[in-house]
């Protein structure tokens, strides 16, 4: 059974930084593209960034461009999301999921078939 287990959300003042880690465990991503998405009250969910897991190549929102660091360890099978100069407009519950669809970056929540359950982010002003 794939699991993916965030961690790392919290309260913090705009200006602050976070650190978010998925820890998968059940398969081995190889091929895969493993993301963050947000979705805050309201809105839509969005595609935030991505890491290739195989090639390393990393995506980013424009927004977030500068601010946030997508990463991987392979060897712990987990990806953080690093997340610095945070605004308000920044909160949300940030969830991390994989797609088989390595190579680019999907950005559709319907290319991704593995989902954790969520953690939240709130930026205060």
């Known amino acids: 059974q794939v699991q993916l287990v965030e961690s790392g959300g919290g309260l913090v003042q705009a200006g602050g930084s976070l650190r978010l880690s998925c820890a998968a465990s059940?398969?081995?991503?190889?091929?895969?593209?493993v993301g963050w998405f947000r979705q805050a009250p309201d809105k839509e969910r969005e595609a935030v960034a991505a890491?290739?897991?195989?090639?390393?190549?990393?995506y980013y929102k424009d927004s977030v461009k500068g601010r946030f660091t997508i990463s991987r360890d392979n060897a712990k099978n987990t990806v953080y999301l690093q997340m610095s100069s945070l605004k308000p407009e920044d909160t949300a519950v940030y969830y991390c999921?994989?797609?088989?669809?390595?190579?680019?970056?999907?950005?559709?929540?319907?290319?991704?078939?593995?989902w954790g359950q969520g953690t939240q982010v709130t930026v205060s002003s």
């Open positions: 890491v290739d897991w195989s090639f390393g190549n990393t």
């Open positions: 059940g398969r081995t991503f190889s091929g895969y593209a």
């Open positions: 999921a994989a797609s088989p669809l390595g190579g680019r970056w999907p950005t559709t929540e319907y290319e991704y078939n593995y």
